[in-house]
């Protein structure tokens, strides 16, 4: 059975810096590839960054390529995001997926983590 327990959320200033992470069970050397999403609101849930577990190739939006890092410690089953430059826009409820499968969709998602940013 797949678990995800995402952590890391908290207050931060425009400017700063977090570290989400979220902690894996399951067969996850088997999986293909995880990802971060969030959710402001009022607004829809969107693509933040992702990557394969095995290559480790990964793939950001725009909004975010040069200030976000997405990795992972495969001897801890864990995934993070770590959050550089973070701007009033970025606040939001952070959630981990995994597509445990080679074909979308992400199959189990977590509980979300909110990042609240001020400016």
């Known amino acids: 059975q797949v678990q995800l327990v995402e952590s890391g959320g908290g207050w931060v200033q425009a400017g700063g810096s977090l570290r989400l992470s979220c902690a894996a069970s399951?067969?996850?050397?088997?999986?293909?590839?995880m990802g971060w999403f969030r959710q402001a609101p009022g607004k829809e849930r969107e693509f933040v960054a992702s990557?394969?577990?095995?290559?480790?190739?990964?793939a950001y939006a725009d909004s975010v390529k040069g200030r976000f890092t997405i990795f992972r410690d495969n001897t801890r089953n864990t995934l993070y995001l770590q959050m550089n430059s973070l701007k009033p826009e970025d606040a939001a409820v952070y959630y981990c997926?995994?597509?445990?499968?080679?074909?979308?969709?992400?199959?189990?998602w977590g509980q979300g983590t909110q990042v609240t940013v001020s400016s």
């Open positions: 990557i394969r577990w095995i290559s480790t190739t990964t």
């Open positions: 399951g067969r996850t050397f088997s999986w293909y590839k």
């Open positions: 997926a995994a597509q445990t499968k080679p074909a979308p969709p992400y199959d189990s």
